[in-house]
């Protein structure tokens, strides 16, 4: 987990530890107490913030302006993690508990939700689940007051001096709600025709294979794009689809592999690594359980 130090917080009658990663730079910026949750706004400077977890409060990160980053998150029990990288406006919103670091490479602006759980579970009726990284547009297109709400926290903790730390406390709690309210609404889950993968979350997950389609592709890694646990996603998925995920990529390695074998610019052995197969033997084996025929057999005449 790396090294952790602790900062002890008072307000009002309220002290509360929370426990955050060392890092290469000392923790900055303003750190209000909210109506069930805490608000840290600041600018964040190129840094690295190893594996920590935050097991009394959900996560939520909001990053402002060209924000470069790389953040690695814990996928399933077995400590899996997955790599995105972000450039540009984002919510990342955390599971209590749950292994994350980060790696800023750049200076930009952000603000931090510590939001307790009880008051998430009051607010839309169950835990926060599963991680979920979506760009902020995507929330401000679906309720603009988000948009507003991020300004306006800027605005009396940053700009303003000295801060308006009322004013902040009091935007960060509405803030956090409007936030998780609109992840319910955005999840990837469609209940209104049964429990199923929506059919956003459905693209998502097949733009994301045709991007890493050479790259090792497990059920952990597909889960985390969609925010949702490994098994609740297969089960999703395979009801949205009607296959399993894993299946489903190793019928796109094999088309995209029909694909290529047809053009003849490659080597079957150099096809088989160009989809992500681990050698043409494995390819071989997938040709023949999709349609009986051999990879060779797709190759032009000569």
């Keep these: 987990m790396g090294m952790v130090h602790k900062t002890t917080v008072g307000a009002a009658s309220t002290i509360i530890e929370f426990t955050l990663p060392y890092c290469t730079r000392p923790h900055c910026g303003l750190l209000v107490r909210g109506l069930e949750s805490w608000v840290k706004i600041g600018t964040q400077v190129p840094s690295h913030w190893p594996p920590h977890c935050h097991p009394e409060f959900v996560y939520v ?34 599971p209590s508990g749950v ?21 998430i579970e009051s607010l839309i009726g169950r835990r926060v689940n599963g991680v979920s990284l979506e760009p902020l547009k995507r929330y401000v297109a679906f309720e603009p007051t988000i948009g507003d709400l991020c300004r306006r926290i800027r605005h009396h903790g940053c ?29 990837a889950v469609d209940v209104s025709r049964g429990p199923r993968l929506s059919e956003l979350a459905l693209e998502k997950i ?6 890493h389609l050479p790259e090792r592709l497990t059920l952990a ?33 094999v088309q995209r592999a029909r694909e290529l074998l047809t053009v003849g610019h490659l080597s079957v052995k150099e096809i088989a690594h160009e989809v992500g197969f681990a050698d043409q033997s494995q390819m071989a ?15 032009p005449p000569r």
């Design 206 to 211: 097949y733009a994301y294979v045709r991007e």
């Design 159 to 187: 700009v303003q001096e000295p801060p308006n730390r009322a004013a902040v406390a009091g935007l960060g709690a509405a803030l956090a709600a409007e936030l998780l309210l609109a992840n319910e609404s955005l999840c």
């Design 221 to 253: 890694q597909l889960a985390w794009v969609v925010g949702l646990s490994p098994s609740y996603f297969g089960q999703m998925f395979r009801l949205g689809h009607g296959s399993t995920p894993i299946a489903y990529v190793i019928s796109q390695r």
């Design 99 to 119: 292994i994350h670091e980060i790696q800023w490479r750049a200076e930009a602006p952000m603000l931090r939700l510590f939001i307790k759980k009880q008051w």
């Design 285 to 299: 084996r997938h040709f023949r359980a999709a349609d009986l025929a051999t990879p060779r057999s797709h190759l």
């Design 61 to 94: 990160m909001v990053t402002l302006g060209r924000a470069n980053c790389l953040i690695r998150c814990q996928t399933d029990t077995q400590q899996y993690f997955a790599e995105r990288e972000i450039d540009g406006e984002y919510v990342w919103i955390v």
